[in-house]
């Protein structure tokens, strides 16, 4: 399963794809499981570059029958600029930021580390 998201240009924001639009919250995300259509879905909003900055898929996983990011970097995306309980989307609350929040499973990091010899 996948997701489209981007940050919007006109103040960074984390967005989501969902029906031909951007929303905020990842719980309205549209979530993909034929590849073909994450693509195409991909492909049309990378069109959309005076609104967003370089859309991309992430993968997805289920927790407690809510669907979550993979890595952890996209859940943090997902939650908003802060870490904050009482700002940004996490303040919203409900049952969506905290499947976020307590999301268990597969969370790994999707970036690489090189280790430098002195």
């Known amino acids: 399963m996948k997701a489209l998201t981007a940050n919007r240009l006109s103040d960074g924001e984390a967005v989501f794809w969902k029906d031909g639009r951007w929303v905020e919250r990842f719980a309205d995300a549209q979530h993909f499981d034929d590849p073909a259509l994450a693509e195409a879905a991909e492909a049309h909003a990378k069109t959309q570059q005076t ?45 969506a930021i905290v499947a976020l929040q307590q999301a268990s499973g597969a969370a790994r990091s999707s970036g690489r580390v090189k280790l430098i010899k002195r």
């Open 51 to 95: 609104v967003v900055v370089d859309p991309y898929l992430i993968d997805l996983v289920e927790s407690e029958d809510l669907w979550a990011p993979l890595s952890y970097r996209e859940r943090l995306r997902a939650l908003g600029p802060t870490n904050h309980l009482h700002h940004g989307k996490q303040a919203e609350g409900g049952a």
